[in-house]
């Protein structure tokens, strides 16, 4: 099948003899467990609480014609209602596909459609932007609203006895994950409960997750990180509680890691910098945190020692993928590997290949990898997946890395054409695409420039039509007519009489960083 593309017999059977897939659902994490799960806002709700709003909103979205294989696109922020409506999706075997907060109507219309999606799950506004009026151009028939629903359905109001509900394949898919994308609009990454579980339990091992943890998630839920990396699931499956954060800006976060002792969080680095910054005039009580993971972006060591230095807090480097691997420093790590390495693989059935550009095993090339929790093909992507996935399943992250002596990776760049912004991952094809139908612009480029803050920017490199001038606030207005995500607006613009050339006569994208670095 084109949807799914599931591991090999043998490789499925040895994953569960090793205890790695043990049949659990993602619906029943909650099962079993006592004590404090979940701070929203004013709402705190015991694991018991949590377990039965989960099963009355399961019976609702039954009620409503929502069951088993049906996709809903989930663009909920942090907050109660994205918990509980995963939960209740997890158990009905529908199936959340994750938009993110940011997305539009490019995005969200490519969702719906590819996935044919029989709901749509929104808040009401955030920031002054309405997610209604997004619903009303894009969304399915059935739109839940987290708030005011307007003419919609208000998701409290999805609400039934419990009812018995069919079992639940472990094996089958639990969710979609989003891609970062090097073409266009994001490809799905369908997760299994098997595959996802182990993520999420393996990775709470490793980061030393417990009853009495206490976890912060303050990156939007939908990202593969603060999802299961350990993050919420991971939290859960710990017996832990999870703090919802409406935004990781230090006014909020630190406020929440005092008053609800948060012992773990996880963030990007743009994000981790800006902390940093922040304890110059913020005096809040962050005793409690006994892990700070930073991820989404490599984390320079010069980087990690000021953090270190002005958080007080011990610091994790993560590297992975929605698509599966991922890489943690461990906690026992020496301080100079935390600060110069992104970490060992999570599991021991991790496959690592370092190839370069002749294929063949290298000190420094592109991450190749498959394993118990990393996906052996795209959702209804058969081209694509011949491209990304080798003949014995070998995931080619795009990624540039070195490994250590001790198994520790170094991420050193990328192959693939994506721009990491602070942590959202920019196709420069994607954005190039949709500049080029702009009136004014002859050609363009999008390439990647060093950023103090964000990591990398993105810069327009533009050979306007005679006449004509672009500037930053015109492609970022038609962009935004074009329904694109704002964090895929260029935030540099440079103007050229001609893109320079290869030998071959493709455009010369080093020469352009080296002109504008």
């Known amino acids: 099948m084109s949807a799914f593309t599931p591991w090999p017999a043998d490789l499925a059977a040895l994953y569960r003899s090793l205890g790695y897939w043990n049949g659990t659902p993602l619906g029943s994490l909650l099962s079993g467990r006592q004590g404090l799960a979940l701070v929203a806002g004013d709402t ?6 949590l377990e039965r709003r989960v099963d009355r909103l399961a019976a609702g979205l039954v009620r409503l014609g929502i069951g088993a294989g049906d996709r809903v696109v989930v663009q909920l922020g942090n907050s109660r209602g994205f918990v509980e409506l995963s939960f209740a999706l997890f158990r009905l075997g529908a199936l959340p596909v994750y938009a993110l907060p940011a997305h539009r109507e490019h995005e969200i219309a490519h969702l719906c459609r590819v996935t044919n999606a029989a709901a749509y799950a929104i808040p009401d506004q955030v920031a002054g932007f309405d997610y209604r009026q997004l619903a009303r151009s894009v969304g399915p028939g059935l739109v839940l609203v987290e708030g005011d629903p307007a003419e919609f359905v208000s998701l409290a109001s999805v609400d039934s006895e419990p009812v018995e509900l069919p079992p639940v394949d472990p094996s089958g898919v639990a969710l979609y994950l989003l891609s970062g994308g090097t073409t266009g609009t994001p490809k799905l990454i369908p997760r299994t409960h098997d595959d996802y579980a182990y993520n999420a339990r393996a990775s709470a091992e490793v980061c030393g997750l417990g009853p009495d943890t206490v976890y912060l998630a303050a990156l939007p839920a939908g990202h593969n990180f603060p999802l299961a990396c350990p993050g919420i699931l991971g939290t859960f499956t710990a017996g832990g509680t999870v703090v919802m954060a409406a935004s990781p800006s230090p006014d909020e976060a630190f406020a929440l890691i005092e008053r609800e002792g948060v012992t773990h ?17 913020q005096t809040e009580d962050l005793s409690s945190l006994r892990c700070l993971q930073v991820g989404g972006a490599k984390l320079g060591e010069t980087q990690a020692k000021g953090l270190r230095a002005a958080l007080g807090v011990p610091l994790q480097q993560v590297f992975g993928m929605a698509e599966g691997l991922l890489n943690y420093t461990r906690l026992d790590d020496p301080v100079e590997l935390v600060d110069t390495s992104q970490g060992l693989p999570l599991s021991p059935h991790d496959e690592v290949r370092i190839l370069g550009p002749d294929g063949r ?3 420094m090339g592109e991450l190749y990898t498959r394993g118990p929790y990393t996906i052996r093909g795209y959702y209804e992507a058969p081209e694509h997946n011949a491209i990304a996935f080798t003949s014995d399943g070998f995931y080619r992250s795009g990624d540039l890395v070195r490994r250590l002596p001790s198994g520790h990776l170094v991420v050193e760049g990328r192959v693939k054409e994506v721009i990491n912004r602070g942590g959202d991952k920019v196709s420069a094809e994607e954005v190039e695409n949709h500049l080029r139908s702009h009136p004014a612009i002859a050609s363009v480029a999008v390439i990647a420039l060093p950023h103090a803050l964000l990591g990398e920017q993105t810069c327009a490199c533009v050979v306007a039509v005679p006449g004509a001038a672009v500037t930053v606030k015109e492609l970022a207005s038609y962009l935004r007519e074009q329904g694109v995500a704002a964090y895929k607006f260029p935030d540099r613009v440079e103007t050229l009489d001609r893109l320079p050339v290869t030998a071959i006569g493709k455009v010369d994208k080093r020469e352009l960083v080296r002109r504008f670095t």
């Open 44 to 49: 705190r709700l015991t694991y018991d609480e």
């Open 265 to 281: 969080t996880a963030v990007v680095p743009t994000v981790a910098l800006l902390w940093a910054e922040a304890r110059d005039w």
């Open 361 to 363: 095993e290298a000190e």
